[in-house]
């Protein structure tokens, strides 16, 4: 995913920010087997969110879960994150896949997280403010020639700063600031898997633009990718900027049991 190459901004985090809860219920029981559809209609009927309404059930299905994690870029991403869930790991763990999994299905939010608030990291400029994120998306908007009325601008901005704080990205209720960089070994090795398993290979998955997500520099990158070889998540060699990277696992499922190991 890049810049350059953004499909068209929506509005969905008005209806969803992370979601954190009520997604990874919906994980845990998702099925592969049965159509997604019949999945939808019965957990809105049984309220399985157990939310004050059906049209909100309805929401978190349609604009967050669906789109995200069933039918998204990431196909059937769910899994991923199954996997590391029926292995009971750790919150520390688990949120930083969800966060890239929701990041890659929402434009927006990549694009403002990796270019905006990395940036401002770097900078060592850690306030975030709605104000700003509203100027920003209306920057955007223009580029693509389209216009949001103002209530939906700032809607939307609020929900990029809220489900970044969900996330760990940013902090603070009312005031928000940048927060201090962190991600578990494990979250990381499980990521690097997962793009591996895109198609990213070698430099190309230490250059990433995707560690922008985590407000990694990529000095960083390259000493998690150290780290990691050095307990057995995966292979890294490099020398120059020939790299070589290989995994033990072939599946989300026995990436899980490798994370696993480490963590229990």
């Known amino acids: 995913m890049s810049a350059s190459a953004t499909p068209l901004y929506n509005a969905r985090l008005i209806k969803g920010g992370a979601l954190l809860g009520d997604i990874r219920l919906l994980v845990r029981g998702w099925q592969a087997e ?6 939808k209609d019965r957990g ?4 399985v969110l157990a939310k004050p309404s059906r049209s909100r059930t309805v929401d978190v299905f349609e604009q967050t879960f ?14 991923l ?42 900078r060592g400029q850690t306030t975030v403010r709605v104000q700003d994120a ?4 209306r920057q955007k908007l223009r580029a693509q020639h389209r216009v949001w009325s103002d209530t939906v601008v700032v809607r939307v901005a609020q929900g990029l700063l809220s489900t970044l704080r969900d996330f760990g990205v940013v902090e603070g209720r009312v005031k928000k600031r940048i927060a201090p960089a962190h991600l578990a070994i ?41 780290e990691s070889h050095q307990h057995h998540l995966l292979t890294y060699h490099a020398a120059g900027r020939v790299v070589r990277l290989d995994f033990a696992a072939h599946s989300p499922e026995g990436m899980a049991d490798v994370v696993a190991a480490r963590t229990h």
Do not use: K, M
Request: negative net charge; glycine residues 2%; charged residues 20%.
């Open 186 to 226: 494990e979250a990381f090795a499980f990521v690097a898997f997962a793009l591996h398993l895109l198609g990213v290979t070698g430099a190309r998955l230490v250059d990433h633009s995707d560690w922008r997500l985590f407000l990694l520099a990529p000095t960083a990158v390259e000493r998690l990718f150290f």
């Open 44 to 47: 809105v009927r049984a309220n």
């Open 66 to 79: 669906l789109p995200r994690f069933v039918v998204g870029p990431i196909p059937e991403a769910w899994r």
């Open 34 to 39: 049965e159509p997604p559809s019949s999945q």
């Open 134 to 137: 509203a100027a920003w998306i």
């Open 81 to 122: 994150v199954r996997a590391l869930e029926d292995r009971n790991l750790p919150l520390e763990v688990l949120r930083p896949v969800y966060y890239w999994i929701t990041a890659r299905s929402e434009p927006i939010l990549y694009d403002y997280a990796t270019q905006i608030v990395w940036e401002q990291a770097q």
